[in-house]
Each structure stands twice: as structure tokens, then as C-alpha cells.
């Protein structure tokens, strides 16, 4: 098993940025990816970003060119740098860790931590 223990959310008005936190404890040796999604009131869950144990990084549409994914190999902590943000990035952000390929693949999840960007 893994525990994800998500921070850092808050309040912020547009146009500033927040920094969130993702620690990972447990059974996290085989991890491969990590990441951020988010789900805004009424919506599905969305990707945000990614990260690989290879630094490869992946990141959604709607945030490319603001956000950045980094990470710590050491201590499994994921980072989510949001800079520039907008009302629109207003959500309850989740972190990812995922084992396994397809189909034998299991993902984690936290239990979120909530961005507010008001306009």
C-alpha cells in the first residue's frame, strides 16, 4: 500500500501562485509515476501533470507553460509549482502514485487538497 499526504492549498487571488506538496510513505520502492489531477465542482477528474522516476513530465493543456512537476527521489515528495493562475485552476487537487503497466496497473490516490483562485 501507499499513503499520500497532499499540502499546500489554499486561498489565492488571480494571477499568483502556489506551491503544493505530495509525500508518499509505505510500499513505494516500485513506483513509477507520480502526478497531480484536479476536479472542479461538477467535473470529472483532469490531469494537471506528471512526473516519471526518469524525470519524464507530462502536464495537461490547460496548464502547460505555467505549472511545473518536480520531484524528490529521495523522500517520493512531488511538487506542484502554480504560477499565473486563474479562476479556472479553482479545484480539488489529487495526488497520483502509480505502479504496474497496463493491464496490470494500480494507482493511489490522496485525498486532495483544495485550490481556490478567485478573479
Known amino acids: 500500500q501507499v499513503q499520500l499526504v497532499e499540502s499546500g492549498g489554499g486561498w489565492v487571488q488571480a494571477g499568483g501562485s502556489l506551491r503544493l506538496s505530495c509525500v508518499a510513505s509505505?510500499?513505494?520502492?516500485?513506483?513509477?509515476?507520480m502526478g497531480w489531477y484536479r476536479q472542479a465542482p461538477g467535473k470529472q477528474r483532469d490531469l494537471v501533470a506528471t512526473?516519471?522516476?526518469?524525470?519524464?513530465?507530462s502536464y495537461g493543456d490547460s496548464v502547460k507553460g505555467r505549472f511545473t512537476i518536480s520531484r524528490t527521489n529521495g523522500k517520493m515528495i512531488v511538487y506542484l509549482q502554480m504560477s499565473s493562475l486563474k479562476p479556472e485552476d479553482t479545484g480539488l487537487y489529487y495526488c497520483n502514485a502509480h505502479k504496474g503497466t497496463y493491464p496490470r496497473e494500480v494507482n493511489y490516490w490522496g485525498n486532495g487538497t483544495l485550490v481556490t483562485v478567485s478573479s
Open positions: 509505505g510500499s513505494v520502492f516500485d513506483i513509477n509515476r
Open positions: 512526473i516519471t522516476t526518469a524525470g519524464s513530465t
